[in-house]
Every structure is written in C-alpha cells, then in structure tokens.
C-alpha cells in the first residue's frame, strides 16, 4: 500500500521474481508488470484493481495483494485491508510520506493491520532514508523503527546495513540483484552504523521490558532476543519497522521478504477476528483453525472474460471443498460453490480445498457481494463487512444506438457489483442514465472498460458534483394520507419529529409510539416511506442525509388503515417538515495537496483562494512547496490543465474527499433553479 508511483507493484514483481513465482520481471512503465494485468492499466502505468497472488518463502506461503495507491481507486485499499494480516508500506525516498500514504495509513490503523515499511527509491536523486523515517513520525504520528541504513544513496547507493545482525549486504553490479555479498561493515561506516544500533535499541527498550532490563543492566542482548522484541512490538502496533532499498535496482527485496517473515503476522498471530451469531446476537471469535465450521468473507467480486463471475474470500476459520455448499448468512441463503482458484494477478490454478488463512476465489456464488459472510450451513455468522465512501462526482451517459441500452444496463450492473463505489442509477422523470464513482479518472477507466470489455458504445456527459440535501433544524411535522374513492379507502396520519443527525451518522429512525395510536404492524412502513422520501430529496431532488425521525403519534382506521397508506403519509410529513427545517444543499469539499516550486506559490494559493478554497497549511519538500487546502469539488473540474499552465508543468496535486459542507446561499438558489427544484 502506497501513494501513487512510490513503487508496489515494481516491489511487488521483484519479490515474485525472488521467490520463483515468475520468471522474467516486467515493468510498469513498459505496461509489461503481471500484477497490473488490465490493459488500462498496462496503458496508463498505473494499478487500478487490487491483485492477489502467492508465494513461497524460506519454508512460509504469503498471500500477496498489490493496491492501487490514486485516491480513485480506494475501495481496492480497503477491502484488501479488511482481509490481510500485515501490510508493507512503500515510500518513495525523495518524497517520504505522501497525501495517499497517510490515508492508507488511516485505513490499514481502522483494521489494526500490523506494519512493515519499505524506503524504496533509494538510487532517485534526492533519496534521503532519514528524512523518509522522519516523515513516518512526523505526519503519520507513528512509531517508526529503522532496523537498517543504507549504504549510500542516488546513483552511490550500493547496499544496505543490517542493524540487528550488523553486517552489509553489499550487492554486485549485476542487473537482476540476485547475487550479494554479505561483508563487514566498511570501517566508514562502523561507528555511524554502531550509533544507529544503540538508538533502535533504546526505541525498543520503551516498548519491551526484558530489553528495558537487559539495557539498563548493560547486558548483551542477543539477535533471536532482538528479533522476537521487534515481532512483538509490530503485531501489537507499537513498533513499524523500516527498511531500504530499491526495488527497480534489484536491490533491498530479499530482505524485505526475510522482515515479511520475521515480523509480520501468520493467520495464527492475529487477534481473533469477531463475527455474531445471527440467532442469539453472541459474540463469537473467529480462530485460524481448520477443523472449526467454515467462516468467509466476501471481499471483492470480479469478472473474468473466461470464467465468469469470480468471488474472492478470506477463510477465517475452517476449510471449504468446492462443489460444496455454504450459507451466505448476510443474505440468508444457501450458495454452492463450483469451483475455487487460487490466483496470480489474473492467471488462474484449480485447487481441491482452502484452508484456514487462506485468499482465493470462488466460482458460482450467484447471490454474493462484497462484504457478504459465507459461513458452515449449520453454523451461520456475521462478520464484520466494510464500510465504503460514497461516490462524490456523476457524468451522464447514453448508449450511441438503441441496441446498446441492454448491453450498457448490463454492463453497468456487473460493475457496479465489482465496486461497491460506482453506482448507477436512472432518473425516472428524464430516463437519463447517470453514474457515480470517486473521480474523474474512475469514472474514465468505467466507460473505457464498457467499451472494451462489454463493447458498448456511449456518450458521456461533462462530470457533475454529486450534492446532498441535509436538515438544520429540529422540527415536527404531520403527515395525512386520506383517500375514498368507492369501495375501500386508504387512511394513514403520522406525527413525526424530525432532528438533524451528526454528520456521517446517516439515517436513524425511532418508535416512540404509546398506546398503539399507529398499530405495530405500520411502523415499519412509516420508516420506509421516510427513507423513500429521503432518496429525492426536498430541495433539488438530491438525497437527504444524516437525519433522525422519532415517530411519536398519530391515527389509523379500523378498515381503510394499510401499509401503503402509511408509506405516503411518512413522505407527505417529511415534505411537510422541510418547509421549517432549513433544508440546506451540501457539496463534497476536497482535501487537496499541491506541491509547487517556490517561485509559483503566490499565484497557486491565489488559484486556490478563487476556487473558494481554504489553505490550511504548508511545508517545505526541498525547493518545493506543499500547499495543504480544501476546496469544493465543483470547482476542482480542469484543475489539472489549470496548474499544468500556471507552474509550466512543474506542478502537481492529489485530492482526497474530505467532508460534506453547506454551499453559498445564491449557488444553492443556483442549483435549485437548475434542477426546477422547490426553494424551501
């Protein structure tokens, strides 16, 4: 996991290669890497999707994932996160830690993944192995532990000093790295290398109270002492290890696999995962044990143009026989499964069984999305699934000729299974077809594999900001549906009090009826009508968000009372409600980092400013700039040609979602008008 271009999937190869898994590395800049198998991704340079793959070292089996690390593409982080045991972070040398690496870094802490970190790039001019480390503990406020030094860096950079043993691997010049030499330090180095050692020492001391004991005592701590220390230390989140290296040189791999080893968790190690059991509401640990009843997780869903539908699990406990059923507790339903892979990017190899700890991919699970449970039939449980952000920017499209409209649904369907991030949707008053994802290079690599994948032809509309409507404050309001019109008729009264919800809470409904004035069997309706309503909005036909309603009276009729009724009467109260909620229209705002040379600062934070956005920081990267900001996401559209023109093409920028925030009152005015809305 990593910001964009710090090298994983480059590492990645090399440790295929390494471990005999692939024969020949490829590269990501010849579009020739196996890990990056889509052609968009050949293309571009760049990972798009996660790949899962294999391999053996010393004696262990390491389930690989590489992630994409553009901001894009991050459900592939998150899912990957959800079900791995240990991650390696990669940094590039000269940049250290980088906007995407601290929120991978946020999600790897969300899941308690155990860390190791790799200083890659270290042949790059301006590679400083200090300043990478400093970074670890500056902006990620982690505890970083360099367990090696390199042995020069830029084009000196040579080989690298491993502090525990204390001894150098000093790598020939040979192209492919396989051959090293393990030397004494060179004696320029010794006493820098010795200062190092004692400081690892005293930063594993705080951490480890035998160490703390034999330190303070003066006593010599030996090297299995201190291996097991730092194991102890990353498995319990208080120590990441760093190390160096480069990847694309060949050089520092083999010992990143030995620290993969060495330091990062076997299924066995990890703290047992929770799952619940559905029909007593306990609590159950999951234990990496083979023998107890099978319990799985859904983690991504893919399609393969040979195979079909792919599902891919992570076996917490038991095992699974394919041709076997299981329960996908989540839906309540029984799935068999035909055949399970075992994958090396998007190359497939049958196998009879997985195990406990294991990541593969199963074919004939009809009914599975990601985050589903798969579990013993006679042993239903709900583990934990994953949370997702929603999409922040829409583009319309439209098939090129009538004949494509199936094709395109169809399409549009089966990615919007793969990635819980892309929606899409048809307004029923227009019948447009419009799809949502995190930004406008998801949204490129969706159309563009319509076409290629699908072959459907569409148009695509300019990109639009994904807005939300929200409440700002409490009101109570009634609504009454009452309708005869010969035979039976339809009756239904609500009051209900509608408060402005946290942000992010989402929906909360509450039953505080007394007495029966609404029978129970309507109070179910009532919330749905209110979700219903909440979908279209009140203001511009955007959904409503982070609201609680408390359904607290009302009325019914012995005969003409029905769940419909009360559906509308919900919606008709909340459409009732907003005229003295203050209904507001919120925009997505951007977390956006731009790095700049000196001497364009000044215009660039004036870009920012016009853009109605906020600086909020900056810091020096050598002689270069990083603008930290928020800007609104309606006004970042052709930023990139906009800096590209404004530093001659020396400027970059990432940008992440950051929060939801009210818009001005006259572009809310605007956006009501251009979608023939109701000014509240």
């Known amino acids: 996991m990593a910001h964009i271009d710090a090298g994983k999937t480059t590492t990645t190869e090399r440790i295929l290669y390494y471990t005999g898994k692939i024969h020949k590395i490829g590269e990501t800049h010849d579009g020739a890497s196996q890990m990056d198998w889509m052609e968009q991704e050949q293309e571009r340079g760049i990972t798009i999707t996660s790949a899962a793959t294999t391999a053996e070292w010393k004696g262990h089996r390491i389930n690989i994932i590489d992630t994409p690390g553009h901001v894009d593409f991050t459900v592939e982080v998150e899912r990957s996160l959800r079900v791995l045991d240990g991650a390696i972070a990669v940094l590039d040398a000269q940049a250290g830690v980088e906007p995407q690496t601290e929120t991978v870094w946020r999600q790897a802490s ?31 406020q982690a505890n970083a532990l360099a367990i090696q030094m390199p042995i020069g860096a830029e084009d000196d950079f040579e080989g690298i000093i491993d502090l525990i043993e204390m001894k150098a691997d000093i790598y020939d010049e040979d192209e492919l790295g396989a051959e090293w030499d393990t030397v004494e330090i060179p004696d320029e180095y010794k006493e820098e290398a010795q200062k190092r050692r004692d400081t690892m020492i005293e930063e594993l001391a705080d951490v480890d109270d035998s160490i703390m004991e034999k330190y303070l005592e003066g ?11 730092i194991r102890k230390a990353t498995l319990n989140l208080e120590l990441f290890p760093v190390l160096a290296g480069s990847a694309f040189k060949n050089k520092g791999v083999q010992m990143l696999m030995d620290a993969t080893v060495d330091f990062l968790p076997s299924p066995l190690d990890v703290k047992p995962y929770k799952a619940t059991n559905p029909d007593t509401d306990e609590e159950v640990e999951l234990k990496a044990n083979d023998d107890a009843p099978f319990a799985a997780l859904a983690f991504k869903i893919a399609t393969d143009p040979f195979v079909g539908r792919l599902t891919f699990i992570r076996v917490y406990q038991g095992t699974l026989e394919s041709g076997s059923y299981v329960l996908n507790s989540t839906k309540d339903k029984r799935e068999r499964v035909g055949r399970l892979l075992q994958m090396h990017s998007n190359h497939r190899q049958e196998i009879p069984e997985v195990f406990s700890g294991d990541i593969a991919a199963a074919i004939g699970l009809k009914n599975t999305t990601t985050g589903d449970s798969l579990t013993d039939v006679d042993h239903p449980l709900h583990l934990e699934s994953m949370e997702f952000p929603e999409p922040v920017i829409q583009v319309a499209v439209e098939p090129k000729t009538k004949a494509d409209q199936d094709k395109m649904n169809n399409a549009l369907q089966k990615l919007s299974e793969e990635d819980p991030t892309f929606r899409a949707e048809t307004n029923p008053e227009t019948g447009e077809t419009l799809i949502a994802g995190m930004g406008e290079l998801h949204l490129d690599i969706i159309i563009d594999r319509m076409k290629r994948e699908f072959k ?17 404050k409490q009101t109570s309001a009634q609504g009454k549906f009452v309708r005869q019109s010969g035979g039976k008729g339809q009756y239904g009264d609500v009051w209900i009090e509608f408060t402005p919800n946290e942000e992010g809470k989402g929906f909360e409904f509450e039953d505080a009826i007394v007495g029966g004035v609404v029978p129970r069997e309507y109070i179910a309706s009532v919330e749905q009508g209110v979700k219903e309503s909440m979908e279209n909005g009140v203001l511009a036909g955007y959904p409503l968000i982070d609201l609680k309603a408390k359904l607290y009276d009302g009325s019914y009729h012995e005969v003409d009372s029905s769940e419909a009724a009360f559906k509308v009467a919900a919606s008709i109260a909340l459409r009732n409600a907003s005229k003295t909620a203050a209904p507001v229209i919120l925009e997505p705002i951007m977390k956006v980092d731009i790095l700049v040379p000196e001497e364009y600062m000044g215009d660039i934070m004036g870009q920012v400013t016009a853009r109605r956005g906020r600086v909020d920081g900056m810091e020096a990267r050598g002689n270069a700039q990083m603008i930290h900001s928020f800007v609104p996401l309606a006004e970042m559209f052709g930023y990139a040609t906009t800096l590209r023109s404004a530093s001659q093409g020396r400027g970059t920028f990432t940008m992440t979602f950051d929060h939801y925030e009210a818009v001005p009152k006259s572009i809310q005015e605007e956006i009501i008008k251009k979608n023939g809305g109701n000014p509240a």
Not at 456 to 472: D, I, K
């Open 110 to 140: 969300d899941y308690d993944v155990p860390r190791i970190v790799f200083v890659n790039k270290m042949d790059k001019l301006g590679a400083d192995f200090d300043f990478s480390v400093n970074s670890i503990k500056e902006r990620l």
């Open 219 to 229: 006593e010599e701590i030996s090297i299995p002492e201190i291996k097991a220390a």
């Open 456 to 472: 459907v032809e569409a148009t695509v509309g300019a990109p639009q900001v994904s807005y939300r409507e929200a409440f700002t």
